[in-house]
């Protein structure tokens, strides 16, 4: 099974600043990643997928970058709606599990 | 719209048996792979299961293989989950989420999510 780990676990950042999220793969999952945001008491929203490709809908301000084995979220000026927990995924495993990274809270400093 | 409703949580004693229901709509549901992925309280997501479009294939996360059975009714356009032999460690919302065909399998679209509270 692929592990997927994220760093950190909690990031605080102000309004406004840039915001870098990590995920660490334990074997090369090719560009078969997606990120994903999730809010208090919501279901999780896809925001990237293939590394780098936004969802429909996704600000410009999130981009995702990467390859193989590390990957990245960034967020380029951080807006009130943008605090949340953030999670990796990768579905290059076949067969499935298709593992989720254990999320960094993205909080208000 | 695209929609998912899941169904079927509620309280259940250590070793009884839950079937939990998503009903999808706006979208052709028989063309999509479906997955639930359970999310316990205060902690994060793990996927846990997931059935082909036409219900051929069926892979389980190791934590519930041999407990729980994912299936679907395309007629009916609703997918479901059988879990069996349930412990408090399956306590956590679940929910359904569609393998997305345009965005490369990643989950694009999920729903609310029912809570299963698994307790004596």
């Known amino acids: 099974e692929v592990v997927m780990t994220q760093s950190p676990a909690t990031l605080s950042v102000s309004p406004g600043e840039r915001a870098t999220l990590s995920c660490r793969a334990s074997?090369?999952?090719?560009?078969?990643v997606a990120w994903y945001q999730q809010k208090p008491g919501q279901a999780p929203r896809l925001l990237v997928y293939n590394v780098a490709t936004r969802a429909t809908g996704v600000p410009a301000r999130f981009s995702g970058s990467g390859s193989a084995t590390d990957f990245t979220l960034t967020i380029s000026s951080l807006q009130s709606e943008d605090f949340a927990v953030y999670y990796c995924?990768?579905?290059?495993?076949?067969?499935?599990?298709?593992?989720f990274g254990q999320g960094t809270k993205v909080e208000i400093k | 719209q695209v929609q998912l409703v899941e169904s079927g949580g509620g309280v259940v004693q250590p070793g009884r048996s839950l079937r939990l229901s998503c009903a999808a709509s706006?979208?052709?549901?028989?063309?999509?792979?479906m997955h639930w992925v359970r999310q316990a309280p205060g902690k994060g997501l793990e996927w846990v299961a997931v059935?082909?479009?036409?219900?051929?294939?069926?892979y389980y996360a190791d934590s519930v293989k041999g407990r729980f059975i994912i299936s679907r009714d395309n007629s009916n356009n609703t997918l479901f989950l059988q879990m069996n032999s349930l412990t408090v460690d399956d306590t956590a919302v679940y929910f359904c989420?569609?393998?997305?065909?345009?965005?490369?399998?990643?989950?694009?679209?999920w729903g609310q999510g029912t809570l299963v509270t698994v307790s004596s």
């Open positions: 059935i082909w479009f036409d219900g051929t294939n069926r």
């Open positions: 989420a569609r393998q997305g065909s345009s965005t490369s399998w990643a989950f694009d679209y």
């Open positions: 995924q990768q579905y290059n495993n076949w067969p499935p599990p298709w593992t």
């Open positions: 706006g979208f052709t549901f028989s063309n999509d792979g």
């Open positions: 074997q090369s999952v090719s560009i078969n």
